[in-house]
């Protein structure tokens, strides 16, 4: 796993920490299609596994703010009790795909601090960033198969999760500004000093050094153009598509080599780029 992918998955999925039996049963749901294995892994915080959240809505995002990402309020229970029906108990932690997602990279990593011989639950909290691309930003699907093992016997379980952007914009202040000044707003990049470059990304004129000012490495576009995420340069450069001027992806050496401040996580791009779409606000 590359840093900056590391860094992903560490931020894509919250408070994910091994604890007891938590609520489950009864409120868990199981995936599985076998009785007899249904109880090696199941689902709390869920109704379903498919389930489908709006960016901000708090009765199904843990966090309640327009900030890119929906936390769905699902923790994973292993060797739920209750079931006569199931009596296994594994041997080993259940296996989370695909391997590549950081969202099943850390959810994988919480289920590997519990003991996968007992009833336990990671702690609710699980991140999946709204999708964000030049067009805009849209449906975040994370599809994940989560499969426990007992002998022989197997218990596959496939969730979907679905964030919704949200209409409304992410706040400027809270939200966007607090991302730059962490990522971007460093010595030698765009944080004010001398040395730096332009423009500077931190403090109360942020958003004036960003809206319809000019981009000098492609004079036909504006740094952030309101309501424009493909004629917005910044968007461009955050999202690594369509960099004219054949510069590097921002922040400069991710994801391969990140800077002091790391690199965008997804939800952090998508949150941006939400901005940018509904006007860059100043909120």
Same mark, same amino acid.
């Given at each position: 796993? !590359?840093?900056?992918?590391?860094?992903?998955?560490?931020?894509?999925?919250?408070? +994910?920490? $091994?604890? #007891?039996?938590?609520?489950?049963?009864?409120?868990?749901? $199981?995936?599985?299609?076998?009785?007899?294995?249904?109880?090696?892994?199941?689902?709390?915080? +869920?109704? #379903?596994? @498919?389930?489908?959240?709006?960016?901000?809505?708090?009765?199904?995002?843990?966090?309640?703010?327009?900030?890119? /990402?929906?936390?769905?309020?699902?923790?994973?229970?292993?060797?739920?009790?209750?079931?006569?029906? =199931?009596?296994?108990?594994?041997?080993?932690? &259940?296996?989370?795909? &695909?391997?590549?997602?950081?969202?099943?990279?850390?959810?994988?990593?919480?289920?590997?601090?519990? @003991?996968?011989?007992?009833?336990?639950?990671?702690?609710?909290?699980?991140?999946?960033?709204?999708?964000?691309? +030049?067009?805009?930003?849209? @449906?975040?699907?994370?599809?994940?198969?989560? #499969?426990? /093992? %007992?002998?022989?016997?197997?218990?596959?379980?496939?969730?979907?999760? !679905?964030? /919704?952007?949200? &209409?409304?914009?992410?706040?400027?202040?809270?939200?966007?500004?607090?991302?730059?000044? #962490?990522?971007?707003?460093?010595? %030698?990049?765009?944080?004010? !000093?001398?040395?730096?470059?332009?423009?500077?990304?931190?403090?109360?004129? +942020?958003? @004036?050094?960003?809206?319809?000012?000019?981009?000098?490495?492609?004079?036909?576009?504006?740094?952030?153009?309101? $309501?424009?995420?493909?004629?917005?340069?910044?968007?461009?450069?955050?999202?690594?598509?369509?960099?004219?001027?054949? !510069?590097?992806?921002?922040?400069?050496?991710?994801?391969?080599?990140?800077?002091?401040?790391? =690199?965008?996580?997804?939800?952090?791009?998508?949150?941006?780029?939400?901005?940018?779409?509904?006007?860059?606000?100043?909120?």
């Amino acid at each position: 796993m !590359t840093p900056g992918r590391a860094l992903v998955a560490g931020i894509v999925v919250l408070s +994910l920490v $091994g604890r #007891t039996r938590a609520q489950c049963p009864p409120d868990c749901i $199981g995936g599985g299609k076998a009785p007899a294995t249904d109880c090696l892994v199941e689902f709390g915080g +869920l109704t #379903t596994t @498919d389930e489908a959240c709006t960016d901000g809505n708090d009765s199904c995002d843990t966090d309640g703010v327009v900030n890119g /990402r929906c936390t769905f309020p699902m923790s994973v229970c292993l060797n739920v009790a209750g079931d006569p029906a =199931c009596t296994a108990h594994m041997s080993a932690p &259940p296996v989370v795909t &695909p391997a590549k997602s950081p969202v099943a990279q850390a959810l994988g990593g919480a289920l590997a601090a519990l @003991d996968p011989s007992q009833p336990g639950c990671t702690a609710p909290g699980v991140a999946v960033p709204v999708g964000a691309a +030049l067009k805009g930003v849209g @449906d975040g699907v994370q599809r994940l198969a989560i #499969t426990g /093992r %007992a002998g022989r016997k197997k218990d596959r379980n496939r969730l979907r999760l !679905t964030c /919704r952007a949200s &209409p409304s914009s992410p706040s400027l202040s809270t939200v966007i500004r607090p991302i730059f000044e #962490t990522r971007c707003a460093l010595p %030698a990049c765009h944080a004010g !000093t001398a040395g730096s470059a332009g423009p500077t990304l931190m403090g109360a004129g +942020l958003r @004036d050094a960003l809206v319809d000012a000019p981009s000098l490495n492609v004079p036909s576009l504006v740094l952030v153009r309101p $309501g424009s995420v493909a004629q917005s340069y910044l968007a461009r450069k955050i999202l690594g598509r369509r960099i004219s001027d054949h !510069t590097p992806r921002m922040p400069q050496g991710c994801p391969q080599v990140p800077p002091a401040g790391g =690199c965008l996580t997804a939800d952090e791009i998508a949150a941006i780029v939400a901005w940018i779409q509904t006007g860059a606000p100043d909120n």
